[in-house]
């Protein structure tokens, strides 16, 4: 039971925290990220497709993590999914700490977040 919850909280980590919020802070970056003062719209489109992509990864991922049966197949299965990540990130143009200071930027401004909200509800249609 204890490793299988090691498994499912090391997979939200390698996501970045996104099965909780999308708006916790994450720990794609070794240092606290600078945050910015203004993300333009097209960044924020980046973003919530972005944050799409990881949840259908989060959801692709976490249930093989939780069947693994060696510590080989979950660090396998970590690695996967990690390039999926940087994957999608490269995709839209952002990387772990640009896509960081996004969440950082939306947990201080209600208003750019509630934007966020929407595009992701727009993208979580269009998927």
Known sequence: MQ???????????????LSVSPFVKTI???EPPKQQSKI???????FARVYVEFEKIRDTYEPRLNKAQS??????IQKEAG??????LA????SRETY??????????SELRAKA????DEERKRS
């Open 28 to 30: 794609f970056a070794q």
């Open 71 to 76: 510590d080989q197949e979950t660090e396998a």
């Open 83 to 88: 390039a999926k990540i940087d994957e999608a």
């Open 40 to 46: 333009d719209p097209t960044q924020l489109k980046s």
């Open 117 to 120: 909200m929407q595009l992701i």
């Open 3 to 17: 490793k299988l919850f090691c498994r499912t909280i090391v997979l939200i980590i390698l996501i970045g925290g």
């Open 100 to 109: 960081s200071q996004i969440i950082n930027t939306l947990n201080t401004d």
């Open 91 to 94: 995709k839209e143009g952002l």
